[in-house]
């Protein structure tokens, strides 16, 4: 769509055309030359009948005979014969030899048709993203510029900050190195069973951690660790590994960072190994609907449901979070497959009966997306980035994805019409997110994973308000107003619930009744797993609303992450087994998500509000910035 728009040097915009007009053109001169060659053999034979060796003129009307040289006439045939033989012979000749030469010319312009092509679409990337060329590609990391450049405490803070970025990678590289996570406390890369392990490859050595630095790194400007987490990404990491990952974690940690590191660096080799793990895991959506299963083996690329997930279905938040990244991918690339996977897993989606006002369920049965297969909603787990993905896609096609943006002003308004969203009764009255099972609200629970929907509605709400669905204009000034007072209420609870911790640091889920809220009841609740949802909704509100009080509760954050999960003999951190203790038991587990997202949110919050400006940048659900597009 953008094509006509574009506005490209001439002669890129003709490469293309220019090139299938020769093929044609030298197809045209063979076909040419053949008719040519042969016309004059038709002149020579009454009848206009082709003469083929060894056949004379059928004198009796009986076919084909044998010519009698003893007689003229058919000597004179047999002559007449020979000739012809013989010039059919050197146009069989002269044509083979053309059509050879129009063969191998068509290849060569094959080949460089794909170039061109290839070119046309770094072009097309290059003018569709000048401003992040310039800014981000161009100048090296700025992290002590802008506007608090002046301001002390700010500055010190982000020193901090990178301090403990730099204590976190390093103790990864120094123990862990080429695995997915570290064992912080142990000293020693986490193995299968630990963390996400199971969800990437298990034992598998993808390097999950390094992929996941890359930008927090650059962007902090510890540029000799990136330089070292680049180097072996590029040259070391290797997808083709007898590995069963999942095709989420994948795309959201892997290629969200790779694509993220291209856009730093400018390093093509960064998108050619995007490329190929993306080719590594498009076998997973080979369904009747396009809808993918979640898991797949790198190597064989042999796909497989969840265990543990109904029979037959994927979940909704892993089948709904691609679009960001797989389109990115095919417009880089010039490829349209990736980024027609995903659209086909986003339709098969759609087609799904949706129990709740409009919200969508949890699992969707790749063979029948069309049949209701669990009565389940969440914004939590199991459905939170199926929403944000709306949202972000919206914006980094710069509006240009309508669908995405009516899709999402549905869902908007089924989050907060169907049930999902409540208000506490006890005094504090806090709006929360709870799931709803069987059209019933489950428990008054919310997971710390949802949320990341304060930051998600306040993103809504500061969105252009060019969205119009269906000749409606829904983002009327009223909605944009609510949203925004949705996203401080809810941000406003979960820090409620790091306020009501021993700690300072916020349970995996907390609860709502009569005599409790925003606290968690059972005791695999009370754990902090290093998650990066609430200081992700603190980043937006801050960079939206300037209210200092989201650096007031960020900075509390960051105080109690060393104070209480720093462990000083690796330098790494730990996850708490539980927050309402005040020397609470740490688990022996570094996510790879603490370095591309928790400390990269804290970090961006202490940085100046145009570094990685909203404008210009999304982050995708693992925090890896991807470009807005500017056409
Ligand atoms: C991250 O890997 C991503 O944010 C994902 O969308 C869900 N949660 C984890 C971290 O909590």
Redesign the pocket.
């Known amino acids: 769509a953008g094509c006509a728009k574009m506005r490209l040097p001439s002669a890129s915009r003709q490469a293309i055309p220019l090139s299938r007009l020769a093929l044609v053109t030298v197809l045209c001169i063979s076909l040419l030359s053949l008719i040519l060659s042969i016309a004059p053999l038709h002149s020579q034979h009454p009848g206009g009948r082709l003469h083929f060796p060894g056949e004379i003129s059928d004198r009796h009307g009986l076919g084909p005979i044998e010519p009698d040289p003893h007689l003229l006439s058919d000597r004179a045939a047999i002559f007449a014969g020979a000739e012809a033989d013989h010039r059919l012979a050197l146009a069989t000749a002269r044509l083979r030899r053309r059509l050879m030469s129009a063969a191998a010319e068509a290849g060569a312009l094959r080949v460089n048709a794909q170039t061109s092509q290839a070119a046309f679409s770094r072009l097309l990337a290059a003018a569709r993203y000048p401003a992040v060329f310039r800014s981000a590609a161009l100048s090296p990391p700025g992290p002590d510029t802008g506007a608090d450049l002046n301001n002390a405490t700010v500055r010190s803070m982000r020193r901090r900050l990178r301090a403990m970025l730099r204590s976190a990678w390093r103790a990864y590289w120094r123990y862990a190195r080429g695995a997915n996570e570290l064992r912080p406390i142990g000293g020693a890369p986490a193995g299968p069973g630990a963390g996400d392990a199971d969800l990437l490859g298990g034992a598998a050595r993808l390097g999950a951690s390094a992929i996941d630095s890359l930008d927090s790194l650059w962007m902090a400007g510890l540029t000799e660790e990136f330089s070292a987490a680049a180097e072996w990404t590029l040259n070391e990491l290797s997808f083709d590994q007898d590995a069963t990952v999942s095709v989420f974690e994948m795309n959201?940690?892997f290629l969200g960072g790779l694509l993220s590191a291209y856009f730093l660096t400018g390093d093509r080799r960064f998108v050619a190994k995007a490329t190929g793990l993306a080719s590594r895991l498009l076998p997973a959506f080979a369904t009747p609907s396009g809808l993918l299963r979640s898991l797949v083996n790198l190597r064989t690329g042999a796909a497989a449901d969840h265990p543990w997930a109904p029979f037959g279905c994927s979940v909704l938040a892993e089948a709904g979070s691609l679009q960001l990244e797989f389109s990115l991918l095919s417009e880089l690339t010039g490829d349209r497959v990736y980024a027609d996977a995903a659209r086909r897993a986003r339709h098969a989606i759609g087609m799904a009966p949706r129990p709740y006002g409009g919200l969508y369920p949890n699992f969707v049965h790749s063979g029948r997306p069309d049949k209701l297969a669990v009565q389940e909603a969440s914004l939590g787990s199991l459905g939170?980035?199926f929403y944000e993905y709306l949202l972000k896609e919206w914006l980094r096609t710069n509006g240009t994805d309508t669908e995405s943006c009516r899709l999402f002003l549905d869902a908007a308004r089924a989050i907060e019409h169907g049930g999902l969203l409540r208000r506490s009764t006890g005094s504090g009255k806090f709006l929360y997110l709870a799931p709803l099972k069987d059209g019933r609200p489950v428990d008054n629970r919310m997971e710390h994973?949802a949320c990341?929907a304060g930051g998600l509605f306040a993103l809504a709400a500061n969105a252009t308000p060019s969205c119009a669905a269906g000749g409606r204009q829904l983002d009327s000034e009223r909605t944009r107003r609510r949203w925004l007072s949705i996203g401080v209420e809810l941000t406003r609870t979960c820090r409620e619930a790091y306020r009501r911790s021993a700690v300072g640091l916020g349970p995996e889920a907390f609860e709502f009744d009569n005599n409790v809220e925003a606290v968690a009841i059972r005791p695999e609740d009370k754990t902090h797993?290093l998650?990066?949802?609430t200081v992700e909704s603190y980043f937006h509100l801050w960079r939206i609303t300037g209210d200092q009080r989201y650096r007031d509760w960020a900075w509390e954050t960051v105080e109690a992450l060393e104070r209480y999960s720093r462990i000083v003999s690796t330098g790494g951190f730990a996850i708490l087994s539980d927050v309402y203790s005040a020397r609470p038991p740490v688990g022996d587990l570094q996510p790879s998500?603490f370095l591309a997202?928790t400390l990269k949110y804290l970090y961006l919050i202490f940085s100046d509000r145009d570094y990685f400006s909203s404008a210009q940048w999304v982050f995708n659900?693992?925090g890896h910035p991807l470009p807005v597009r500017q056409t």
């Open positions: 959201i940690r939170d980035s994973l990341f797993m998650r990066p949802e998500y997202e659900t693992e």
